[in-house]
């Protein structure tokens, strides 16, 4: 048996400020073939990782091709795309004949003149590798599905979590059931059910708790390969949005169709129920402050670097501040620029400093203030499961009682070790704020007496009502009210 194994993601944001390039791969995870660490450096890459200790396993014979993904932001240069997909196609070519072409994607990859990378990749790795090889991917839930991806692949799964603490068991599954395939033990089929919805679908409460541990359930009997729920990214104006179900057959599609469909239609009656109410940050604040004891756990949900937005707001931090509010740690904002700062000051510096605010008007206005530098850190890391996760140079600043983590690259706050890499300990803190959707959850549970989530007021587009699409389906919820009827 012969495999090989790549991936190439981002998530493209196409309302962000912030153009991806390909020093946005190459600055920020790279790794061509033989170089990737032997843990994942981030969900997609465990596809390589997992697919070395299949090989081992099996005596399977592992051809690599670089490992490369950008942080979420806008829309990727076209010469960037194409020459990172060229690469991976080019090391495909050199690998073949192969039996297995495994790769890590995040689904949500969109560049200049491509609304669907990926659907693009995948064509061209199946005009390679012919119609024998078995072809499949592991997504990024927040992805688009469309045709193109379905018609080029045999199987794609997508992690069933949200934070996707699972990345490792789904590129597990993609290879044990992509060598089933190349052996002929089985013949993938998939079906999708488009759900017509933008919504959020939270795995951490309920009800979708119970519908993923519903859905699981159906796995590995009747036929059933694997399903997964396409939960869609609504940040990108792309004529194949929205959330779907997916389920994977051995070769009965009337029945992977009609459980699609059921699934779906049982996920589109709980729409609006996926996350809970977000509170402004005076009332994230107010419920904080009256608890008698902390940690209390706010997550700045917009202004999430893993949706393609900034990560700089300093919205909640101004009403800190201008609040008085102490025993606080804020993190992590992106300011490049103010890491520098820091780093020239030494730690223990105190100095005048400009942080934050910087991106877009969404952001808020910059804090201007006398810190003092607590911590420097070259290369900087956080733990997100079994990844570790690089946050670039960082340093910690403390101003009126609160600290707050800065780093270079564009990281959401996935867990503790973020501060605590820092020399800031969170648990011992009245209030911990955050820059991530939900991702932070399974890390920051353990520690927090309480979270919320808070809107900000941006400057990711949360409310898809209010956002200028152009090129998205339509009619889809809660844009339109009943489009199943309408369509
Ligand atoms: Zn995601």
Known sequence: MRLFAAALSTESNTFSPIPTDLESFTGNRYFPPGKHPEHPTNTSSAVLVVARTHARRSNAVLMEGTVTGAAPAGTTSRAAYEQLRDEILGQLKAALPVDVVALGLHGAMVAHGYDDCEGDLLTRARALAGPKAAIGATLDPHCHMTPAMQAAADLLICYKEFPHTDFVERAEELLTLLTATARGDIRPVMSTWDCRMIDSFMTSRQPIRGFVDRMTALEGKDGVLSVSIVHGFSAADVPHLGAKMLVVTDCQREKGEGLAKRLGQELYSLRGQGAPRHLSPDEGLDRAMALPEGPVVLADRWDNPGGGVAGDSTVILHRMLERGIANAVVGALWDPIAVRFCHAAGEGAKLRLRFGGKAAPTSGKPVDA?????????????????????????????????????????????????????????????????????????????????????DSGGPYPSDPRCVPYRRIPRPIWPIDENPHDAA
């Open 370 to 454: 006398e810190v003092e530098v607590t911590r420097v850190v070259k290369d900087a890391t956080q733990n997100f499961a079994s990844s570790i996760v690089s946050l670039g140079d960082a340093a910690a600043i403390r101003l009126s009682g609160i600290d707050v983590v800065l780093e270079t690259k564009r990281a959401q706050t996935f867990d503790p070790s973020l501060f605590r890499n820092l020399g800031i300990e969170p648990k011992e803190r009245k209030l911990v704020v955050v820059k991530s959707s939900n991702h932070f959850h399974a890390g920051f549970l353990p520690i927090a007496k309480e979270i919320h989530y808070i």
